[in-house]
T-cell receptor
Framework: DAGITQSPRHKVTETGTPVTLRCHQTENHRYMYWYRQDPGHGLRLIHYSYGVKDTDKGEVSDGYSVSRSKTEDFLLTLESATSSQTSVYFC?????????FGSGTRLTVV | GQQLNQSPQSMFIQEGEDVSMNCTSS?????WLWYKQDPGEGPVLLIALYKAGELTSNGRLTAQFGITRKDSFLNISASIPSDVGIYFC???????????FGTGTRLTIIP
C-alpha cells in the first residue's frame, strides 16, 4: 500500500550542510519511526514519535533531530551532514504488531 | 546495541530448494515479526507471531515462535526467483512499541 511516502528518494549533499528528510503517512498512526540501514548493521532506530510534538531518541540519534507538527508528517533533520551519515533512511509507522515502511531515501554525503 | 542475531547472513540456493533461517536473542520477546526487503524498497511484513510455540504459515512461508521465547525460525518451501531479497526478524524489546531488527539474511537464487 502507499500509506508511507518518503521524500526525496535520493539526495546528494555536501559535508556540513543541513538536510531534511520527509515522511508522510495516510494511516493515522500515532507512532512513527526513523531508521537507517547500513551493510552489516541491519536497521537501526534513530528517533521515534509517539504523538504530535512527542519524540524520543533511538539507539543512533547523535547528529539527528526530528519534528512532528502533525500526525501525518515526521521530519528527520541532519543538522550538519557528515560522511558517516551516508546511508539509506527508512520511515515507518505503526505499532509493535507490525510497522509499515516507506520506500526509503538514499542519502550520500560527499 | 544489536539484540537479535540472524543466521545465516547470506544464502545461495537453487530455484526449487527449501530455505531455513533463524533469529536468536539473549532477551525474551513477546512478539516475533518477519519482514522481507526487495532491492530498492522498504521492508514488508510477511508473518507475525504472538505466542510461544506458535506456528504460522503464509503461502510457502512458515514461521515459528520458539518455546523459550528467545528465538524464531522462518522456512520457505520450493523457492522461486521472487523470493530473492533480505529477510529480517524483528521484535519489541521490553514490550514497548519500538522494534529491534536483526541484521538480516540475504537470499540469492542461483540460476
Amino acid at each position: 500500500d502507499a500509506g508511507i511516502t518518503q521524500s526525496p528518494r535520493h539526495k546528494v549533499t555536501e559535508t556540513g550542510t543541513p538536510v531534511t528528510l520527509r515522511c508522510h503517512q495516510t494511516e493515522n498512526h500515532r507512532y512513527m519511526y526513523w531508521y537507517r540501514q547500513d551493510p552489516g548493521h541491519g536497521l537501526r532506530l534513530i528517533h521515534y514519535s509517539y504523538g504530535v510534538k512527542d519524540t524520543d531518541k533511538g539507539e543512533v540519534s547523535d547528529g539527528y533531530s526530528v519534528s512532528r507538527s502533525k500526525t501525518e508528517d515526521f521530519l528527520l533533520t541532519l543538522e550538519s551532514a557528515t560522511s558517516s551519515q551516508t546511508s539509506v533512511y527508512f520511515c515507518a509507522a505503526g505499532t509493535n504488531y507490525g510497522y509499515t515502511f516507506g520506500s526509503g531515501t538514499r542519502l550520500t554525503v560527499v | 546495541g544489536q539484540q537479535l542475531n540472524q543466521s545465516p547472513q547470506s544464502m545461495f540456493i537453487q530455484e526449487g530448494e527449501d530455505v531455513s533461517m533463524n533469529c536468536t536473542s539473549s532477551s525474551i520477546f513477546n512478539t516475533w515479526l518477519w519482514y522481507k526487503q526487495d532491492p530498492g524498497e522498504g521492508p514488508v511484513l510477511l508473518i507475525a507471531l504472538y505466542k510461544a510455540g506458535e506456528l504460522t504459515s503464509n503461502g510457502r512461508l512458515t514461521a515459528q515462535f520458539g518455546i523459550t521465547r528467545k528465538d524464531s525460525f522462518l522456512n520457505i518451501s520450493a523457492s522461486i526467483p521472487s523470493d530473492v531479497g533480505i529477510y529480517f526478524c524483528a521484535g519489541p524489546l521490553f514490550g514497548n512499541e519500538k522494534l529491534t531488527f536483526g541484521t538480516g539474511t540475504r537470499l540469492t537464487i542461483i540460476p
